[in-house]
């Protein structure tokens, strides 16, 4: 492989991977850094309404604002616990 | 009116001083009279770049704080006769570039019948590099194809669009013009560097210009010629068409592309 690499001279492309993190550090930065100040408040309340239904930490609910070209997407992340057969 | 023109870009080693003497030396070859003030105060090496440092007498925060006149502080260009060099202080503390004493400086430059003023940034976002921002009507930003300077380019823009002048008095915008330097096809074609058209993309300026990587640019640093003089570089034509399309020709772009050498020449290549 290190052969075939040498042979064809081939180095990776990175200018996508430059450019995509680009985007999204400069999409977020123009936001007023650190997105939308809701985020925090958001991610206490879905705790508190999903802990009503389903045992979970802090740790398993995950938030991420991203943004793919025009459009922002709120990821929300909720790992529920596994449930044991017969409890 | 004098245009007042900052050249700027949030990070440094970018290009700035480089660019600032070619563009201004550029505008005065076309028969404008120009000047060209260093902001870095501190760390000045405009006058290396333009080869004048041994005639350094008075500098900016001389003339700020009325130690001196701006006749007596001017240094006149080698090249051109319509050119001069207002140095930075190499000892002050930059906190001497007082707001009142920069827009005194260059309303009194105006008055001397200079066309443009050519504001050269110091890096970074702090005082000096605000202040030599503040009164501009347009923005020169310089942008290596790198994701640094690309983030730091965005952030300076931000500033420009928050604390100039014009922003601040809620007149028309400061012009903003994207200047790519050290741009290398061959490595754009690879696949290996952001092209313009990406760094476009993501900043969204209009483009003013793309400068070649090139060993000229330090050929001309060690001499203290600015590299618009360097004869028949591409760097030279290239910075000769920035200033043509600030001055408002539609000029193509040049040295965007990579051309294979064919194989006599792969075979003949090399000194």
Same mark, same amino acid.
């Given at each position: 492989?290190?052969?075939?690499?040498?042979?064809?001279?081939?180095?990776?492309?990175?200018?996508?991977?430059?450019?995509?993190?680009?985007?999204?550090?400069?999409? =977020?930065?123009?936001? $007023?850094?650190?997105?939308? !100040?809701?985020? *925090?408040?958001?991610?206490?309340?879905?705790?508190?309404?999903?802990?009503?239904?389903?045992?979970?930490?802090?740790?398993?609910?995950?938030?991420?604002?991203?943004? @793919?070209?025009?459009?922002? &997407?709120?990821?929300?992340?909720?790992?529920?616990?596994?449930?044991?057969?017969?409890? | 009116?004098?245009?007042?023109?900052?050249?700027?870009?949030?990070?440094?080693?970018?290009?700035?001083?480089?660019? #600032?003497?070619?563009?201004?030396?550029?505008?005065?070859?076309? $028969?404008?009279?120009?000047?060209?003030?260093?902001?870095?105060?501190?760390?000045?090496?405009?006058?290396?770049?333009?080869?004048?440092?041994?005639?350094?007498?008075?500098?900016?925060?001389?003339?700020?704080?009325?130690?001196?006149?701006?006749?007596?502080?001017?240094?006149?260009?080698?090249?051109?006769?319509?050119? /001069?060099?207002?140095?930075?202080?190499?000892?002050?503390?930059?906190?001497?570039?007082?707001?009142?004493?920069?827009? =005194?400086?260059? %309303?009194?430059?105006?008055?001397?019948?200079?066309?443009?003023?050519?504001?050269?940034?110091?890096?970074?976002?702090?005082?000096?590099?605000?202040?030599?921002? %503040?009164?501009?009507? +347009?923005?020169?930003?310089?942008?290596?194809?790198?994701? #640094? #300077?690309?983030?730091?380019?965005? =952030?300076?823009?931000?500033?420009?669009?928050?604390?100039?002048?014009?922003?601040?008095?809620?007149?028309?915008?400061?012009?903003?013009?994207?200047? &790519?330097?050290?741009?290398?096809?061959?490595?754009? !074609?690879?696949?290996?560097?952001?092209?313009?058209?990406?760094?476009?993309?993501?900043?969204?300026? *209009?483009?003013?210009?793309?400068?070649? +990587?090139?060993? #000229?640019?330090?050929?001309?640093?060690?001499?203290?010629?600015?590299?618009?003089?360097?004869? $028949?570089? !591409?760097?030279?034509?290239?910075?000769?068409?920035?200033?043509?399309?600030?001055?408002?020709?539609?000029?193509?772009? =040049? /040295? %965007?592309?990579?051309?294979? *050498?064919?194989?006599? @020449?792969?075979?003949?290549?090399?000194?």
């Amino acid at each position: 492989m290190a052969l075939l690499s040498f042979l064809f001279n081939s180095k990776p492309k990175t200018a996508i991977a430059a450019k995509e993190r680009l985007q999204v550090i400069i999409a =977020r930065e123009r936001n $007023g850094f650190d997105g939308p !100040d809701f985020l *925090p408040a958001l991610h206490k309340e879905l705790i508190a309404v999903i802990s009503k239904y389903a045992k979970v930490n802090a740790d398993d609910i995950k938030i991420s604002l991203d943004r @793919q070209g025009n459009l922002e &997407v709120l990821d929300v992340n909720v790992v529920l616990p596994d449930v044991v057969p017969g409890s | 009116m004098a245009r007042i023109i900052v050249v700027t870009s949030g990070k440094g080693g970018v290009g700035k001083t480089t660019s #600032s003497a070619s563009f201004a030396s550029g505008l005065a070859m076309r $028969g404008h009279k120009t000047v060209v003030i260093d902001f870095d105060v501190g760390l000045r090496n405009l006058d290396l770049i333009m080869g004048c440092e041994r005639r350094v007498v008075y500098d900016l925060i001389n003339v700020i704080n009325n130690e001196a006149g701006l006749n007596q502080t001017l240094i006149k260009d080698k090249h051109c006769d319509n050119l /001069f060099v207002l140095p930075a202080s190499q000892t002050r503390d930059k906190d001497a570039l007082s707001e009142e004493g920069v827009e =005194r400086v260059l %309303t009194e430059l105006g008055k001397m019948g200079f066309e443009y003023i050519v504001c050269d940034s110091p890096a970074g976002i702090e005082h000096g590099a605000v202040m030599a921002l %503040t009164f501009a009507d +347009e923005a020169i930003i310089v942008t290596n194809p790198e994701v #640094s #300077s690309v983030r730091d380019s965005d =952030r300076i823009l931000g500033i420009i669009q928050a604390k100039s002048r014009r922003a601040q008095n809620g007149g028309e915008p400061v012009k903003e013009h994207l200047l &790519v330097t050290r741009y290398v096809p061959k490595r754009v !074609d690879a696949g290996e560097m952001l092209s313009y058209t990406d760094v476009q993309e993501i900043l969204r300026i *209009p483009l003013i210009g793309i400068i070649p +990587e090139s060993e #000229s640019v330090l050929h001309a640093s060690n001499q203290g010629n600015p590299a618009i003089h360097i004869e $028949g570089s !591409d760097v030279s034509y290239a910075y000769q068409d920035v200033v043509g399309r600030f001055l408002g020709e539609d000029l193509p772009l =040049r /040295f %965007t592309h990579y051309e294979k *050498p064919g194989l006599l @020449q792969r075979i003949f290549r090399g000194k």
